[in-house]
């Protein structure tokens, strides 16, 4: 990998550049809570002024560029025997900047899923490579524990990856469209402080994250499966899907066919959904395979913790802790994970 220093100075004109020709995506303020903290969310901006850099997190991930809540698939029209089919991708260039490592992370995962699996998703692969990813180091936010699930770091998945130096950014460059676009405003080669800064707040951001034990936590899961911990939490649970949808990595959908009443035209419509909701797992006949909440609420957390990691070595959750901000329940992963791994101990 490839490293530059970037002047504050140098980093707008970057930007300036990227705004002339491309939509860029970014974090932006846009509000305060009752408890007067900042809420930000990843927007369109139009200029410079507008980012917010030093954001703590976003309620929503940007997967929303790349997963919309709702899409039309395609769409057809008809016309006696004559009928014709209309599919859309994105090929227009993107940048979103200023993502953390573990919404880089979260992209990382749903591109094992959407972009590298037997049945990739054209839809997706033509939002992520048209989106030029711009990321930066920060401080821990409130809850998180990306950290202890791994996604506190990236090496790839970005094209460039800021670390705030004070005064100047340390970049790593991980493409080529990355070290192209770099030629358009001056850096210079890291000296010898450069790096030693840069390590320094590495270390300075490592040691403030609060670790969670998740040491062997696919297999306690199993041994857990009919843990009584699963109803405890799930007696809390409305199903009202927010965890799923804030979710950077959660990508269940449905899809819907509708048709006009002179069958004239018709539209397959993909949607997002959550795992959580009732008719989530029923079928033909009205059998539902998950009635009650304990069940949709145990699977979720296996899907996170267990499944994904037997099927790509990993766990599909990035720490984030959107879920547990979002949910009126209170319900978050640490709680659940720590009961689990305490159940037992006197």
Request: charged share 25%; net charge neutral; aromatic share 12%.
């Amino acid at each position: 990998m490839l490293f530059k220093i970037l002047s504050k100075e140098e980093f707008r004109n970057f930007i300036d550049f990227l705004l002339k020709d491309t939509e860029v995506i970014a974090p932006k303020q846009i509000n305060v809570n009752a408890d007067g903290k900042a809420i930000y969310q990843f927007l369109p901006v139009q200029n410079f002024e507008e980012i917010r850099l030093d954001y703590e997190t976003t309620d929503y991930s940007a997967k929303t560029y790349f997963l919309p809540y709702k899409e039309d698939l395609s769409s057809c029209s008809f016309l006696g025997t004559i009928w014709d089919r209309e599919i859309k991708y994105r090929i227009q260039p993107r940048a979103i900047v200023g993502l953390h490592a573990c919404d880089i992370n979260a992209l990382l995962k749903l591109d094992k899923v959407l972009a590298g699996d037997r049945f990739p998703s054209p839809y997706y692969i033509s939002r992520r490579k048209n989106t030029f990813i711009v990321g930066i180091d920060h401080d821990p936010c409130e809850g998180g524990f990306c950290q202890s699930v791994g996604a506190d770091v990236v090496t790839h998945g970005f094209d460039l990856y800021l670390t705030d130096l004070g005064d100047r950014y340390f970049a790593a460059i991980n493409s080529n469209r990355g070290f192209n676009a770099l030629q358009q405003v001056k850096t210079r080669e890291p000296t010898a402080r450069d790096n030693n800064d840069y390590l320094e707040v590495r270390r300075r951001i490592a040691s403030q994250f609060k670790p969670l034990e998740v040491h062997n936590l696919p297999n306690l899961m199993d041994i857990e499966f009919e843990s009584k911990v699963w109803k405890k939490w799930a007696d809390k649970c409305m199903s009202c899907g927010s965890c799923a949808m804030v979710c950077p990595t959660c990508y269940c959908y449905g899809v819907e066919e509708r048709i006009t009443m002179n069958n004239a035209k018709s539209a397959k419509i993909k949607q997002l959904y959550s795992c959580q909701f009732l008719d989530f797992a029923t079928v033909a006949g009205g059998l539902n395979f998950r009635p009650d909440r304990e069940t949709r609420l145990k699977y979720r957390y296996y899907h996170q913790h267990r499944g994904f990691v037997e099927a790509y070595e990993e766990p599909l959750c990035v720490g984030c802790y959107r879920c547990g901000r979002v949910c009126l329940a209170d319900i978050n992963p640490p709680d659940i994970i720590q009961d689990l791994q305490t159940e037992y101990q006197e």
